[in-house]
């Protein structure tokens, strides 16, 4: 891009803080870029650890931005169907190039009305609510259609915003920000997808999620449902 590039980041109470830092981490490293963190007010938020975040704007003074990014998280299921937030995203949306999110961050894309028609990504645990919102599911770790991109759960971040850093301006500027971060990773086990955790961790971690799944879907439901009025 010619200009300087802007990125708008949505922030919420317990967001999870990966979702968001990972993207942010990578972002800065872009020369001339400027990040927003938007969220209704300047107070501290909290996030889904020990970590705090500022915002460094409002909703109400966050400039239009080339890039909208939804972070995921515990937070999300409360967003779905806060009005305020779901105005934010939409209006950011309109005038932005790429309208994106990380992990959980695509249901809110989806609760928004972007997502109709469009392939996304999401952590695995709620894939099943991507249909809600007439999006359909990709598995990928970082998801493009046209100009929506979706990573994945959580760690699938840093990925995204390589990948929007070589969309935007070229692989070889992404490439040397792996670099500088020293992106080489090798995980210590094979447990990061259900398809390649074993079963008994697998067992123990869908038990453990039920709760929290099961109001997902029923945010995602309402949400769903009021977008369903909304567009008639």
């Excluded at 453990?208 to 879907?217: E, G, H, Q, S």
Aim: proline residues 7%; aromatic residues 6%.
């Amino acid at each position: 891009m010619a200009e300087p590039l802007s990125i708008a980041f949505v922030l919420f109470p317990h967001v999870t803080q990966l979702d968001l830092t990972g993207p942010v981490q990578v972002f800065s490293s872009v020369p001339g870029a400027t990040l927003h963190l938007a969220w209704k007010t300047i107070a501290p938020v909290p996030t889904d650890s020990v970590l705090t975040l500022l915002p460094t704007t409002t909703f109400a003074d966050c400039p239009q931005s080339d890039i909208i990014c939804i972070p995921g998280g515990f937070g999300v299921d409360a967003i779905l169907n806060d009005d305020e937030v779901i105005g934010f995203i939409r209006r950011q949306a309109a005038g932005a190039s790429y309208i994106t999110s990380v992990c959980t961050g695509s249901l809110a894309l989806g609760a928004a009305g972007l997502l109709d028609g469009y392939r996304a990504a999401t952590h695995w645990s709620a894939r099943e609510c991507l249909a809600l919102f007439g999006a359909t599911v990709s598995t990928e770790r970082v998801c493009i259609d046209r100009n929506r991109i979706t990573g994945g759960g959580v760690t699938a971040g840093l990925d995204f915003a390589r990948t929007v850093v070589s969309q935007l301006l070229d692989r070889p500027t992404a490439e040397a920000i792996q670099l500088r971060l020293e992106y080489n990773p090798a995980p210590p086990f094979s447990a990061g997808s259900p398809d390649t955790a074993p079963p008994e961790v697998l067992s123990r971690m869908l038990e453990r999620i039920a709760p929290f799944r099961t109001r997902r879907v029923e945010a995602a439901e309402r949400a769903a449902s009021r977008l369903a009025r909304t567009a008639g």
